[in-house]
């Protein structure tokens, strides 16, 4: 079992900054990969950017140059590093775990970016 928590979600102005934290707990040796997924009012769940244990990271093309995913070395915190934020990114975001087998998801924070 893998336990996700997610903090940072924020209302910031168009062309702000954010930082998303997700720290896990559990059986953190188990996982594969970790990344961010965001859901809009009336939109379907939609990958930000992933990373792979063994390095590769992958984005939406919505969010590259903007957005940095990284991790720390044990892999027990993950983070979304956000720039230049457009209304557009405004969503839930969820921090999302797999171990192989299985997925894991936080329970979400909530970002904002207003006009």
């Known amino acids: 079992q893998v336990h996700l928590v997610e903090s940072g979600g924020d209302l910031v102005q168009a062309g702000g900054s954010l930082r998303l934290s997700c720290v896990a707990s559990?059986?953190?040796?188990?996982?594969?990969?970790m990344g961010w997924y965001r859901q809009a009012p009336g939109k379907q769940r939609e990958l930000v950017a992933k990373i792979i244990r063994g390095g590769s990271s992958n984005y939406a093309d919505s969010v590259k140059d903007r957005f940095t995913i990284s991790r720390d070395n044990a892999w027990n915190t993950l983070y979304l590093r956000m720039t230049r934020l457009k209304p557009e990114d405004t969503a839930v975001y969820y921090c999302w775990g797999w171990t192989g087998g299985t997925d894991y998801w936080g329970q979400g924070t909530q970002v904002t970016v207003s006009s």
């Open positions: 559990g059986s953190i040796f188990s996982i594969n990969a």
